[in-house]
């Protein structure tokens, strides 16, 4: 008995990983995933990060913005967390070892092509928009991939009426939470830390 809780205590804590994917471009998944590690970071006080796993280049732009520099230097830190850029798959494994609590992969767009790691987060997110030109996009991406397997991920939408919201649950089954609007992804509202506590 002595044994096992001795090596339960000295394993290696295992990173919480968290996929972030929207139903196409500019339907609020980066800015999803800035707010989210604030709030596991600034607001959760855990050790957070989030990586860039698509091609938008919006992190490097972030750290020119926030920190008046662009440079080679990965993680970069802003406020209480820690963001990657331009990950790749040999980046991913380095940073499993750095003892995060958390990992938040920003995907970007599905339409960017499949990526297989993002069906192996421990959670998984969706971000669509109920917009007249984007909500396609979010129907096709919930249709095919439930008929595909269980649905293991949960849908988000910031943009687009409430009347869409309900008129897609009602016709196609797509139970989407709202995401609280947020100008600002760096500062966590109480609106925003009862949705994430919710969500999580």
Known sequence: MEKKIFAAETREKRSRMIGIA???AGVGCTHFSVMLTNY???????KAILLEVNGSGDLEKLEHVCT???G?????????????KHVGPEDVKEVLQRGY???VIDFGSVKDGENELYWRCDKKFLVGSFTEWQQE??????????AKQKKSWQSLAV????????????????NTDRIPF?????????ECGEFFQRVL
């Open 137 to 146: 996009s979010f129907r096709e991406f919930e249709m095919e991939h439930r």
């Open 68 to 70: 008046g520099q662009v």
């Open 72 to 84: 080679q230097k990965n993680p970069f830190r802003i406020l209480d967390a820690d963001y990657y």
């Open 22 to 24: 929207g139903s196409n």
């Open 182 to 190: 947020s100008a600002d992804a760096f500062s966590v509202t109480k």
């Open 101 to 103: 609590d958390d990992i």
């Open 159 to 174: 943009f687009g009426s409430e009347e869409t919201r309900r008129e897609f649950s009602r016709r196609f089954r797509i």
């Open 40 to 46: 596991l970071a600034g607001y959760l006080r855990r």
